[in-house]
């Protein structure tokens, strides 16, 4: 199976970078909101300011215009009554006109451009001033006629009329500044809405795009632990067969091994058990292989022969037997070595024992050819010690 | 005379407790062939005592009747049908198997010492055969 989990390291480095990027685009986006609504919110302070100012000096000016009225009237009075009341009055009531003067002077320190409007104003209601400083000084010396002359000459109608135009010009120029500001605050809350709005759905959509982008890698990362899993329930499966596998030949070896070792004992202790009945027999046994060499003899075959084991075994049979006379052993001719080569049996045959000693002994001879699968392998022989008398 | 636990398991019953192990005790005079036998009984889930002479048997048979008995025919001190032949007074219905190298006739033995051994399997058979002859006698 060639399943490829991927690479984890690489692919959360991607994902790092991805979520880095776009949670900072979001923090850029939340900086230029918060600098851009602090931005109007001033400008709306500001606007706010301006317009109280605006107001106030609306005000001023009504309040002006009403004191610079009452002023008048309170002068014409006194003009008529001489009451000094009057004049009292009136005096407050030019007090009352300096102060508001100064108020309004206050409020455009700011503004050239109002001042410009406001200096022919105070130039008015100074040169008015000195006309009623004169009017009053002429009523305190009694002269009617130089009074009622200058009352004509000073032309307060035409002064007055002046006054309330360039007040007027001031009130509506303030006027028309309060709507463009009113305007303008509207346009920047309409912006400043917008901008937050639109600040927002991007912020939305930014941090949309990271949480799609980490449940992607989630997705990712889970399917390589799916398949992880997979692969790891896999090759322990295989593991678990292999082990079981390698156990089940591990135990039949180890049977085998038990078997063998069975084997060879059962070998040995049947060829021991085998040679014990050799050995117990009291007839003499040889065992000669196909080309009649002894392999192997018995103690009885020992004791008639008087050689050792070691000097006949691997030597040949007919060195120490032969086939009595008269049993037609030609000197080319063996008798022993053709009933083998032909599977015959030789019994009950008359044969001569030569001892180490030199000594002949007959015997009785019974050959037996050993078969390994129908294949002649050796054979066994019987010596049977009988009398000379019988031999003869 | 001993017990051992089994070198590898065969029969998958190398986990089962003591208790439901059959019993088999194994007589011979050779400790090769009592430890083989002892490897191999144990690795197919059989518990294993084993004696070496006449007197070791009677013990085991004393300390805990086996299921079967193994006997060889050639002992130390005894001959193993003789032993049989005692032990099958104290457990009637054992089951006995003559483990013997001994060239024997098996119909003749089979005729003649049938009261005696339930079965005869030569040492020159194939482990397995006697396996098949123990799973015979004690299971079947």
């Known amino acids: ?392 | 005379m001993s017990s051992a636990r089994p070198p590898f398991d065969i029969s998958g019953m190398a986990t089962t407790q003591r208790t439901t192990r059959r019993h088999i005790l194994v007589i011979d005079d050779e400790q090769p062939i009592l430890d083989l036998l002892q490897e191999y009984l144990t690795a197919h889930g059989y518990r294993v005592s084993t004696a070496s002479n006449a007197q070791q048997a009677r013990n085991v048979v004393e300390a805990e009747a086996p299921a079967l008995i193994i006997t060889d025919l050639q002992l130390a001190d005894t001959d193993g049908l003789q032993l049989v032949g005692e032990l099958r007074v104290l457990l009637p219905g054992t089951p006995v198997i003559l483990l013997t190298g001994v060239l024997l006739d098996a119909r003749a033995m089979e005729e003649n010492l049938r009261w005696k051994i339930s079965s005869y399997v030569s040492k020159t058979a194939p482990l397995q055969t006697l396996l098949q002859e123990i799973s015979r006698l004690i299971q079947g």
Do not use: C
């Not at chain 1, 060639?2 to 685009?25: E, Y």
């Not at chain 1, 102060?99 to 008015?124: C, G, H, R």
């Open chain 1, 1 to 392: 199976m060639s399943t490829d989990p991927g690479s984890p390291a690489p692919q959360s480095d991607t994902t790092l970078r991805r979520v880095l990027l776009i949670f900072g685009a979001a923090a850029l986006v939340l900086v230029f909101l918060v600098f851009v609504t602090l931005r109007n919110v001033s400008q709306s302070a500001e606007t706010a300011s301006l317009r109280n100012q605006s107001d106030t000096l609306l005000s001023g000016l009504d309040a002006l215009q009403v004191t610079l009225m009452t002023a008048e009237a309170e002068l014409n009075r006194y003009l008529l009554t001489s009451d000094a009341r009057d004049q009292n009055v009136y005096q407050g009531k030019r007090v009352e006109l300096r102060e508001q003067v100064a108020a309004i002077t206050a409020l455009l320190a700011s503004a050239p451009e109002d001042q410009k409007l406001f200096i022919p104003v105070t130039e008015l209601l100074n040169r008015r001033t000195e006309d009623a400083d004169r009017l009053l000084a002429l009523k305190q010396t009694g002269d009617a006629g130089a009074l009622r002359q200058r009352l004509i000459d000073t032309g307060a109608q035409g002064d007055l009329r002046e006054l309330e135009r360039r007040i007027g010009q001031l009130r509506d120029h303030h006027i028309a500044l309060l709507s463009t500001r009113d305007r303008d605050s509207s346009q920047q809350a309409q912006s400043t809405r917008w901008i937050v709005i639109g600040g927002l759905v991007l912020e939305l959509l930014l941090l949309g795009g990271a949480a799609w982008v980490i449940r992607d890698a989630l997705a990712t990362r889970q399917e390589a632990a799916r398949l992880l899993q997979t692969m790891n329930e896999q090759l322990e499966e295989r593991v678990r067969q292999r082990t079981a596998e390698l156990s089940a030949t591990n135990a039949k070896l180890l049977a085998q091994n038990i078997e063998d070792r069975w084997a060879k004992q059962a070998t040995e202790h049947q060829n021991r058990y085998n040679l014990l009945i050799i050995d117990a027999v009291s007839d003499s046994v040889f065992v000669v292989t196909k080309l009649m060499n002894v392999s192997r003899m018995n103690p009885s075959a020992v004791h008639l022969t008087g050689v050792e084991p070691s000097g006949l075994i691997d030597k040949p049979f007919t060195g120490i037997v032969r086939l009595a006379d008269g049993e037609g052993a030609a000197p080319t001719y063996d008798p022993f070595a053709r009933a083998l080569a032909e599977g015959h049996e030789l019994r009950s045959k008359r044969a001569i024992v030569t001892t180490k000693g030199g000594q002949s002994v007959p015997v009785r001879l019974d050959m037996y050819p050993l078969r390994d699968r129908d294949q002649v392998v050796g054979g066994v022989i019987i010596l049977q010690t009988i009398a000379s008398s019988s031999l003869s």
